[in-house]
Protein backbone atom coordinates (compact mmCIF):
# COMPACT_ATOMS: atom_id res chain seq x y z
CA UNK A 1 0.00 0.00 0.00
CA UNK A 2 1.40 3.35 -1.11
CA UNK A 3 2.29 5.24 2.16
CA UNK A 4 0.76 8.34 1.68
CA UNK A 5 -2.75 6.51 0.78
CA UNK A 6 -1.89 5.00 4.29
CA UNK A 7 -1.37 8.31 6.37
CA UNK A 8 -4.46 9.94 4.74
CA UNK A 9 -6.58 6.56 5.91
CA UNK A 10 -4.70 6.31 9.40
CA UNK A 11 -5.28 10.37 9.65
CA UNK A 12 -9.41 10.51 8.57
CA UNK A 13 -9.60 7.55 11.56
CA UNK A 14 -7.85 9.21 14.23
CA UNK A 15 -9.75 12.61 13.01
CA UNK A 16 -13.01 10.89 12.94
CA UNK A 17 -15.28 10.88 15.77
CA UNK A 18 -15.51 8.55 18.01
CA UNK A 19 -19.01 8.34 18.65
CA UNK A 20 -22.18 10.05 18.99
CA UNK A 21 -25.68 8.17 20.96
CA UNK A 22 -28.09 8.23 23.49
CA UNK A 23 -29.51 6.15 25.33
CA UNK A 24 -33.16 5.91 27.99
CA UNK A 25 -32.01 4.92 31.39
CA UNK A 26 -35.13 4.93 32.63
CA UNK A 27 -38.79 2.79 32.51
CA UNK A 28 -40.52 6.59 32.04
CA UNK A 29 -37.89 7.92 29.11
CA UNK A 30 -38.00 4.30 27.02
CA UNK A 31 -41.74 4.61 27.05
CA UNK A 32 -41.79 8.34 26.20
CA UNK A 33 -39.44 7.77 23.52
CA UNK A 34 -42.30 5.70 21.60
CA UNK A 35 -44.64 8.67 21.99
CA UNK A 36 -44.49 10.74 17.91
CA UNK A 37 -42.98 13.87 19.36
CA UNK A 38 -40.73 12.68 21.01
CA UNK A 39 -39.11 10.25 18.71
CA UNK A 40 -38.97 13.18 16.03
CA UNK A 41 -37.09 15.96 18.90
CA UNK A 42 -34.80 12.52 19.73
CA UNK A 43 -33.88 12.01 15.98
CA UNK A 44 -33.27 16.34 15.88
CA UNK A 45 -30.91 15.74 18.71
CA UNK A 46 -28.59 12.72 16.91
CA UNK A 47 -28.26 15.17 14.21
CA UNK A 48 -27.75 17.96 16.88
CA UNK A 49 -24.72 15.78 17.87
CA UNK A 50 -23.52 13.93 14.82
CA UNK A 51 -23.21 17.77 13.87
CA UNK A 52 -20.87 18.55 16.48
CA UNK A 53 -18.71 15.98 16.12
CA UNK A 54 -18.63 16.69 12.48
CA UNK A 55 -17.49 19.93 13.06
CA UNK A 56 -20.89 20.82 10.73
CA UNK A 57 -21.50 24.22 10.83
CA UNK A 58 -24.67 23.94 8.66
CA UNK A 59 -26.31 21.15 9.97
CA UNK A 60 -25.41 22.71 13.22
CA UNK A 61 -26.77 25.80 12.56
CA UNK A 62 -29.96 24.63 11.10
CA UNK A 63 -31.23 22.52 14.26
CA UNK A 64 -30.98 25.51 16.27
CA UNK A 65 -34.62 27.77 16.32
CA UNK A 66 -33.92 31.11 15.27
CA UNK A 67 -34.79 32.64 18.93
CA UNK A 68 -32.57 29.49 20.75
CA UNK A 69 -30.96 30.74 24.06
CA UNK A 70 -28.61 27.87 25.79
CA UNK A 71 -27.68 28.68 29.26
CA UNK A 72 -24.06 26.88 28.29
CA UNK A 73 -21.33 25.55 30.18
CA UNK A 74 -18.87 28.24 30.59
CA UNK A 75 -21.72 29.59 33.17
CA UNK A 76 -22.49 31.99 30.57
CA UNK A 77 -25.91 32.92 28.05
CA UNK A 78 -25.55 31.81 24.46
CA UNK A 79 -28.04 32.87 21.56
CA UNK A 80 -27.83 31.20 18.31
CA UNK A 81 -24.96 33.05 16.62
CA UNK A 82 -22.85 33.01 19.94
CA UNK A 83 -23.33 29.15 19.85
CA UNK A 84 -21.97 28.82 15.82
CA UNK A 85 -19.03 31.29 16.59
CA UNK A 86 -18.36 28.51 19.32
CA UNK A 87 -18.34 26.01 17.09
CA UNK A 88 -16.46 27.94 14.74
CA UNK A 89 -13.43 28.98 16.92
CA UNK A 90 -12.81 25.72 18.44
CA UNK A 91 -14.58 26.31 22.20
CA UNK A 92 -16.98 23.57 20.70
CA UNK A 93 -15.21 20.42 20.10
CA UNK A 94 -15.45 17.01 20.86
CA UNK A 95 -14.45 13.10 19.53
CA UNK A 96 -17.51 11.66 21.79
CA UNK A 97 -20.79 12.81 23.05
CA UNK A 98 -23.37 10.29 24.52
CA UNK A 99 -26.51 10.94 26.66
CA UNK A 100 -28.49 9.81 28.59
CA UNK A 101 -31.95 10.28 28.94
CA UNK A 102 -33.84 10.15 32.32
CA UNK A 103 -36.84 12.03 31.55
CA UNK A 104 -39.12 13.08 28.43
CA UNK A 105 -42.17 15.07 27.53
CA UNK A 106 -44.73 16.48 25.46
CA UNK A 107 -45.02 20.11 26.64
CA UNK A 108 -47.77 21.12 24.40
CA UNK A 109 -48.45 20.69 21.00
CA UNK A 110 -45.11 21.62 19.33
CA UNK A 111 -42.20 21.66 22.44
CA UNK A 112 -41.01 18.29 24.04
CA UNK A 113 -38.69 18.43 26.64
CA UNK A 114 -35.57 16.42 27.38
CA UNK A 115 -33.87 15.73 30.48
CA UNK A 116 -30.50 13.51 31.42
CA UNK A 117 -26.95 13.67 31.12
CA UNK A 118 -24.31 14.22 28.89
CA UNK A 119 -20.15 12.80 28.64
CA UNK A 120 -18.32 14.30 25.94
CA UNK A 121 -14.67 14.05 25.59
CA UNK A 122 -13.56 17.97 24.45
CA UNK A 123 -10.89 18.59 22.28
CA UNK A 124 -8.16 21.30 21.05
CA UNK A 125 -9.19 24.81 22.77
CA UNK A 126 -12.65 23.17 23.98
CA UNK A 127 -13.15 23.76 27.84
CA UNK A 128 -11.42 20.12 29.63
CA UNK A 129 -10.04 19.07 26.54
CA UNK A 130 -8.74 15.83 26.72
CA UNK A 131 -10.74 15.08 29.66
CA UNK A 132 -13.88 13.35 30.13
CA UNK A 133 -16.53 15.61 31.12
CA UNK A 134 -20.24 14.84 32.90
CA UNK A 135 -22.92 17.54 32.39
CA UNK A 136 -26.93 17.38 33.49
CA UNK A 137 -28.26 18.87 30.57
CA UNK A 138 -32.24 19.59 29.87
CA UNK A 139 -33.60 20.74 26.28
CA UNK A 140 -37.00 21.86 24.91
CA UNK A 141 -36.87 21.42 21.15
CA UNK A 142 -39.96 22.87 19.58
CA UNK A 143 -41.43 22.02 16.13
CA UNK A 144 -41.15 24.74 13.73
CA UNK A 145 -43.25 23.96 10.55
CA UNK A 146 -42.40 19.96 10.94
CA UNK A 147 -38.97 20.67 11.59
CA UNK A 148 -37.41 20.00 15.27
CA UNK A 149 -35.08 22.87 16.43
CA UNK A 150 -33.22 23.13 19.69
CA UNK A 151 -35.15 26.32 21.42
CA UNK A 152 -33.66 26.11 25.19
CA UNK A 153 -30.57 24.31 26.55
CA UNK A 154 -28.75 23.97 30.10
CA UNK A 155 -25.89 22.56 30.51
CA UNK A 156 -24.28 22.27 33.92
CA UNK A 157 -20.74 20.75 34.37
CA UNK A 158 -20.08 18.15 37.87
CA UNK A 159 -17.27 16.43 36.43
CA UNK A 160 -14.18 16.73 34.61
CA UNK A 161 -11.58 13.77 35.06
Do not use: C
Not at 16 to 33: C, D, G, K, N
Not at 41 to 55: G, S
Amino acid sequence: MNIRLLLVLLISLVASPVSAAWHATTPQAREAARIPQIAAALAATERFDKAILAKDEVAFSSLFAEDAVVNNPFNRIALKKDAINNMRTGLINYTSLERSLEYAAVRGPHEVLLMGEEVITPVGKARFANKLVKRRTTEIWTDVSGSWKLAVRQATIYSAE
